[in-house]
Structure formats: C-alpha cells, structure tokens
C-alpha cells in the first residue's frame, strides 16, 4: 500500500525532528538551527545540523540528510511503512487503511491546495475592487497599513450568494465544497431536486489560515458591520482542523525560534498588529480554547510560550482553561507563561498608545504557571473556617497530581502546600475576612493575660516543637492559637512558627541554628535542660514516639488547651456577671460552665495532659 502524501506530511507537521534526533544525538542550539555530532559518521567537530523549521536535516561532514521518517529509517533499521508507523504512535495518529476509496481521497486531496490557493488569491484580488471599499476603510479604522495587509494576504468576499463559485467553478464545484469553500445544501425532499451550493463566506473581510509549510488550507472571514457569528472559520475538512492550527504559525515559528519567545493572543487582528509594531512571533487559536495538540505545535517552538488573553472575565476563563490543559501534558521543558492585558485593552489598544514596548513591558511581567494556578485559587477566596481551608488545600492538591510528570508533579505539590501553610498563618481570622498574600510575619503569638495554663503544659508543647521540627506542620493552626502566658516563651514559638513557613523540610538543627541567630539561644537551653526525660512527660516529647502517632497525641492535646481556654475565658465572664446579678438566668449560665470546665477535666485525664508540677 502506498502511504497518502497528506498523512506523511500530518507526521512530519507533529513530530518534533529535533527531539527524534536527540535521543540518539546530543544537539546544541547553533543560531536558528541545532547541531551535534553526526550519528552516522565518526566525527570530533559537530557538522550534523538539524532545522525544525524545514523538518530537515543534513551533515556538511558526509552529506547525508532527510525528514524525520528516513532517519527512524536509517537509524533503527525499520523499513519505511514500519517508520511511519512507530512515528504515527507518537504522533497519535492511526495508520491509514489501504482501499479503493482511500486511494481515490489521495488523489482528490492532491489538488485541495489548489483550490485553496487560488481563493485565497480571488479573495486578494477583490480587496481592490469598487465593492470592496467597506472593508479597506475598515482596515485604515485599525490602523492596517497596505503592506501588512498583502503580507497576510488579507482578502475580501463580496456579499454574494455566487461570485466565488463562478470565479473558481473550472476547479470543480466538489471540490470547493470539500474544501468548505462553498456550502451545498440539501436537497428539496419535495422534487428531489438538489440545491445549488452558494458561497460560504460573504461580505467578509478574508484572512487565509496556513499550515506551517505555509500551504493555504483555510480561512477565517469577519463580517463588516452587524450580522453573527462576527468571525466565522472554515469548517473541518481533509486540510483544515481548527483544533490542530494555529494561525500564523508558519510565519511566527522561525522567528520565535530565533528569539525563544511565541505569544499566543486571541485573534487574527491581534497577531497581525502585533506583527506591524514589529512583534512577529505571535500566533492565535481559531475560536476556541486551546487543544492539547495546539500547546504540542507551540511546545515545538518554544519551551514556554506566553499567553497574552484579554483581562476581562471572558479572557481570564480562557487562561484558565488554557493552563488546566496543560497542566497533565508539563514536562521539565514545557510549560506556558501569563500575560495579563489591562481590561477592556486589546494589543492593538496597548501598541498604538505604547509602541512594541508595552508588549516588551507586558511579556516582561508574565506569570509562570505555578503563579496564575495560586492566584485562580486564592484570589478573593475566604479562608476563614477549617473548612474553607481544606478545600482551598484539596483544589490545589488536584492541580499538582493532575500533572502526568512524576517529578514535576511533587515538585508542584510541594511548592502549593508551601505556599498555602505560609499564607494560612498569616491570613486573618475575622469574619468576612478574604486571603491575604501580603509577606507579612505571622505574628499570631501573644502572651495571655490570664495565667490560665500552667507553663509546664507549655512547655512540653515547644519542647516536642524543638525536638521534633515535623509535628509543626500538621497542627500549624493549633500552634498559631495558641496563648502562651510567658513573654520569652511567646516569641520562642513565634519565631518558630516564622521559620517553619520558609523553610518547610526543617530540621532540629536549623531550627536550633535560625533560633540562634535570633538571639533566642539561652532561651532554647532553658526549654530543653528542664526537659526531664522519664518524669510525666508525654509521649509525643519522646523520640522514640512513632511521628503519626505523636501527631495525633499533639494534635489532641492542643485541642484540649485552646477548649480549656476558651471555656476558661467563659468562667470569668460568666462568674462576673453573676456575682454582679444574682439572677435564675445568671444562675443557669454559671451552672452550664462549672459542668463544662469539669467535662474538660476529665477529657484531660484520659488523654493524659496533665504535666509536672513546676
């Protein structure tokens, strides 16, 4: 069976030959293109040279070269069927099946670029005529100069029902439906008569849509004045899937190689001011969010291409879209950047009032992934319940094991819980109160006013703390509530706290070092020297205490203080008033407390809080 031409070159477009390559070569960048030593001749002086753009290579030493097909080939021995094979798996095609109708397609389809072509030269062609002057006013509104029109061979389509078709009808009406160019409808079920097909673009300014070899295979019309949809693209057809294009990637590719940087803005107009200040490297989707197989063709180009939506609601949400996406397909290579444009503001908008270098500032400025997924969810997020807090932590956990990369994926994991632990400490806990990313130190720590919990009790908490810097995490909040009657002790704990945040693997000896240098020193020596191993200390000070477990023991314990406190807090008001106004109402209220400060008693005792006398 022969192989159809449209599906080797769908190979060639999706599979990177720099990366078929480099597993077998060791490539560096050498200007536009990569170069190493030549896989098939011995050679010290790397004269191999690989160009994506071209999907070529060739060694000046030897002078062999060819596509990414015959270097599977004539590096893995495989016969040529079985090449494209192994390439259409990584591609995520399926092989072709050999029939007479498929044999018919391919040679069909071997004239669609034809017919492409000449509309697209047609739809140039009309911009010049009488009819056409609504649409060249349009482009001077703009700002479109004449010489950026003809180099993205914009076009118009006269708002007929005909012209197209009678232009191009010795190219065969089928075909201009096969390539969407013309619309035939069904029949009349009455007469049995067919409908003549009519012209699918009218009264549109055109813009012909490109594969990356620069081949027309579609094209996007916008109406001029009212009417829907405002852009209207080229349906699915044997050249065009919108959902594998990007418009203007054959121009923008080879620059943005050049200078390791792609934009991906939202619209034809978009990319073409872009390009008139100068900005070649910008590509768009065609009006629909961006497919996993458009971030690979951008991932082909550049290592983190930058998202430049609009920074309204509807922008915003396509961002997001874009990165969740992408998150399963990241890689240590691959990733995608943030840029935000002010709202209601478009890049025509920010060129014309700034030149190149508001987009240069704008670029500048991008985001990296880990950022836009933290603000999506911490932006005017309430985190002012245990609850709300676990949520938060559960949408972030997801967006890290969505993440298929298994290094990439902890490293994310980690880097969100740092995040949050330290910004939950210094989040407010009033009500109405919203997320705070403000670099504020916690603080949280005060001592008490009432001398309402022994300092033994305190004591065994930092000493666990000390020993052990693990337990911190996991009761993070309890700590950070907790009142401490001593001064010294408060700030002990509090620069802990504070230490904890930035550095999250911490161990008994960097906290010891970090309390050091704080001048807390004598402080930590006194803590621990009265530390008595044997004597009543609980088991989650012990080392030999399983860290689950002692995680557990502290977490209850911690529990039980800060009820005692708050129940503690309750007895003083309450015995106040009463002894203030001796009423039932009085009565009832004290009798409640004293039966709840007895229920914490003896919830102390069987969790076993109680501690050393001092």
Not at 572 to 598: C, I, K
């Amino acid at each position: 069976m022969t192989i159809p031409a449209p599906f080797l070159d769908e190979i060639r477009a999706r599979v990177s030959l720099a990366t078929v390559v480099g597993r077998r070569v060791k490539l560096t960048r050498a200007g536009r293109e990569m170069k190493g030593c030549c896989p098939f001749h011995n050679e010290k002086t790397p004269s191999f040279y690989v160009n994506e753009d071209k999907a070529f290579y060739h060694c000046f030493g030897c002078g062999v070269h060819g596509d990414v097909i015959r270097f599977v080939v004539e590096q893995e021995g495989l016969s040529f069927r079985d090449a494209v094979a192994s390439l259409a798996v990584e591609a995520g095609l399926e092989m072709p099946v050999e029939s007479a109708a498929s044999r018919e397609r391919e040679v069909a389809q071997a004239g669609l670029h034809d017919v492409t072509a000449a509309a697209a030269t047609w739809f140039t062609e009309q911009l010049s005529t009488s009819g056409s002057a609504a649409a060249r006013e349009y482009l001077v509104k703009r700002g479109i100069a004449p010489a950026t029109a003809t180099a993205f061979g914009i076009g118009f389509a006269p708002d007929t029902r005909s012209r197209l078709r009678t232009a191009l009808t010795s190219l065969g009406t089928d075909k201009l439906v096969e390539t969407g160019l013309l619309i035939a409808p069904d029949g009349d079920a009455a007469t049995g008569k067919s409908a003549e097909p009519y012209d699918r673009f009218r009264g549109r300014l055109m813009f012909p849509i490109r594969d990356p070899r620069g081949r027309v295979i579609g094209f996007g019309g916008r109406i001029l004045g009212d009417g829907q949809p405002k852009y209207l693209n080229s349906p699915d057809t044997p050249l065009f899937d919108k959902g594998r294009t990007l418009y203007n990637l054959d121009r923008a590719g080879p620059v943005a190689r050049k200078s390791g940087r792609c934009l991906v803005v939202e619209g034809y107009m978009d990319v073409i001011a872009l390009a008139q200040a100068g900005i070649d490297e910008a590509v768009a989707p065609l009006g629909t969010a961006l497919t996993e197989m458009q971030l690979q063709l951008l991932w082909r180009v550049v290592p983190e291409p930058i998202l430049c939506f609009d920074g309204d609601a509807a922008g915003q949400r396509a961002a997001l879209r874009a990165a969740l996406r992408a998150l399963p397909l990241l890689e240590p290579e691959r990733s995608l950047r943030f840029a935000t444009l002010p709202e209601g503001k478009d890049p025509d908008d920010l060129v014309r009032a700034g030149g190149a270098a508001a987009i240069e500032a704008l670029c500048a400025a991008a985001e990296p992934m880990v950022d836009r997924l933290w603000k999506s969810e911490t932006t005017g997020v309430d985190v002012t319940t245990p609850e709300r807090r676990a949520a938060l932590l559960v949408a972030l956990e997801g967006h890290a094991a969505s993440i298929a990369h298994p290094e990439l994926q902890r490293l994310y994991r980690t880097e969100l819980r740092d995040r949050f632990f330290a910004s939950i400490a210094r989040a407010p806990r009033v009500p109405g109160a919203r997320f705070s990313r403000a670099p504020v130190s916690p603080g949280v720590l005060r001592a008490g006013t009432k001398p309402d919990m022994g300092a033994a009790m305190v004591r065994q908490v930092l000493v666990a703390v000390l020993l052990r810097p693990a337990l911190i995490e996991p009761v993070f909040e309890r700590l950070a509530a907790l009142p401490v009657p001593d001064m010294q002790a408060a700030r002990l704990l509090s620069v802990t706290l504070d230490t904890a945040v930035t550095a999250p693997n911490l161990d008994a000896v960097a906290l010891r070092s970090a309390l050091a240098a704080d001048g807390l020193d004598t402080a930590v020596e006194a803590i621990l020297q009265a530390h008595r191993p044997g004597l009543g200390n609980l088991a989650f000070t012990r080392p030999d205490c399983d860290i689950d477990e002692a995680v557990e023991l502290l977490a209850r314990f911690l529990d039980a203080l800060l009820a005692s406190k708050r129940v503690g807090d309750e007895f003083y008001a309450v015995t106040s008033y009463f002894r203030g106004s001796m009423t039932e109402s009085g009565f009832e209220a004290h009798r409640r407390n004293l039966a709840a400060r007895a229920a914490l008693a003896d919830k102390d005792r069987v969790i076993g809080i109680e501690a050393d006398s001092e």
